[in-house]
């Protein structure tokens, strides 16, 4: 297992001085020169998170709120909040800031949560940037949402987060799938395997 550190943060994220986390493990053979990378912190009162993403070939199709995004350039963010819970949230976002959001604990019982387009973007803050070679996007994810479904969740040291970021694009012309921790599991839908997420310390 991969892990890595959360920082907290107070005030204002500067996110120059926080490290940057590979997306660089492939699951499956590709010629894309796609490559990705994720930052989280932790405020006191949401993860703030920035997944970037380079590549040749930025296809942003889907805009509605049942889009399959994960068809389209996509970064995502899987994490399970508990320890000793296998329950977790996917949150998979293409250029248009188009949100693909479930919960569950594998693919079999996901439910997807589809938040009105005002609501999602007072809840999660999502902002795009476009760049010639490529694109990323800022968001964050309130506590108050996590506890809607975890009331105990908290962020201090000596607590962890067990997440996997990935960057995939199914309909592109090259297709790819990468991701932060690597992915034994074999067969289809192996992104959600929250039992092979990596796991980030708060510090």
């Not at 999660?124 to 800022?138: K, L, M, Q, S, Y």
Request: charged share 25%; aromatic share 12%; with cysteine.
């Amino acid at each position: 297992m991969k892990t890595a550190q959360m920082t907290r943060v107070c005030g204002g994220v500067d996110w120059s001085k926080l490290p940057r986390i590979e997306i660089d493990a492939p699951i499956s053979e590709s010629d894309s020169p796609a490559t990705a990378y994720a930052q989280i912190c932790a405020t006191e009162e949401a993860l703030c998170l920035h997944l970037s993403a380079t590549e040749p070939e930025v296809r942003a199709v889907e805009t509605s709120p049942l889009a399959e995004v994960c068809e389209d350039s996509c970064l995502e963010f899987f994490f399970r909040p508990m320890e000793g819970s296998m329950r977790y949230f996917n949150m998979e976002w293409n250029p248009n800031k188009c949100l693909f959001l479930g919960f569950g604990s594998s693919i079999e019982d996901l439910l997807r949560i589809v938040p009105e387009e005002a609501q999602k973007e007072a809840l999660f803050c999502p902002e795009v940037i476009r760049r010639e070679d490529g694109w990323e996007i800022f968001f964050r994810v309130p506590y108050s949402f996590i506890r809607g479904f975890f009331p105990e969740f908290e962020v201090k040291p000596g607590k962890a987060l067990y997440c996997n970021f990935y960057k995939c694009g199914d309909k592109l012309r090259l297709p790819h799938y990468l991701t932060w921790n690597p992915i034994l599991r074999k067969g289809p839908c192996r992104f959600h395997t929250p039992a092979e997420f990596g796991q980030l310390d708060v510090v």
